[in-house]
């Protein structure tokens, strides 16, 4: 499922922009079906301008029937009544998605007979000091098993002691989830922790679910800013 809203705070339209001849959307579309990973792949949007450039391309596009907050919301309001078990989040703005990161994610579950694992979650590390206090990048820290302990727009962990050597993971905003730990995430309201930050996925955090992060060495470019988008043309020549 690629969530697709029209209206992006940072930059409105984004979505819409033209990216080597084709809109944002469109190629996010056409990389996540390219990976052959899954039965269907569906972008679902509040915006009839983004549903209609994806059904007129010959994609699957739904409308949400109700305002959301946030991706996962709009996700979840669209899967709840289908035969599922794994719903894969691709994040609309996100046209470099590749298959290795997401056949590993799909791996996670493969592997975790009992269940512990409610979500997984991809991660990159990241060595730029401006990339790592940038507060449009989310940061994420693991315990030794790689669940997620925290996510935040500040740099985490805090370097008091420059000398320990520690590794700055970057949260790339795609997820893998368990049908039941998204509609949970649905029904459940929003706390202060998530609130603050502005970071869906710390929700599942404070209601205690489990959240895997798996690495990647795949960084591509997400489209939150305007120059985002000049660096992703030039990714994509």
């Known amino acids: 499922m690629i969530p697709a809203r029209y209206s992006a705070s940072r930059f409105p339209g ?10 944002v959307i469109l190629r996010t579309y056409e990389a996540t079906v390219a990976t052959n990973l899954f039965d269907d792949v569906i972008v679902v949007t509040d915006s009839h301008i983004i ?15 109700k305002e959301h907050e946030c991706g996962s919301d709009r996700i979840a309001e669209a899967v709840e009544f289908l035969d599922i ?17 997401l056949k590993k994610l799909i791996e996670v579950f493969k592997d975790d007979h009992d269940k512990k694992i409610d979500l997984a979650s991809l991660m990159v590390q990241i060595t730029d000091w401006e990339e ?16 997620a302990l925290y996510f935040s727009r500040s740099p985490i962990p805090y370097p008091r002691d420059k000398n320990v050597d520690v ?7 795609v997820y893998a989830f368990r049908k039941e730990a998204i509609l949970d995430f649905y029904h459940l309201p929003m706390l202060t922790l998530e609130a603050s ?7 599942y955090l404070e209601y205690g679910k489990r959240i895997k992060m798996v690495e990647t060495d795949v960084q591509g470019v997400e489209i939150d800013t305007p120059e985002d988008l000049e660096r992703a043309k030039k990714l994509w020549k």
């Not at 590794?167 to 905003?173: A, C, D, E, N, Q």
């Not at 930050?197 to 929700?203: P, V």
């Open 14 to 23: 984004k979505l819409m922009q033209d990216l080597g001849g084709k809109s």
């Open 51 to 65: 549903y209609d450039e994806i059904v007129s391309h010959g994609g699957k596009a739904m409308m949400s029937l």
């Open 85 to 101: 078990d794994i719903v894969i989040n691709v994040q609309g703005d996100e046209p470099f998605t590749e298959a290795a990161s």
């Open 132 to 147: 790592i206090s940038n507060p449009n990048t989310v940061k994420v820290i693991v315990d030794q098993n790689n669940f």
């Open 167 to 173: 590794k700055y993971f970057k949260h790339k905003g």
């Open 197 to 203: 930050e502005k970071i869906e996925c710390i929700r």
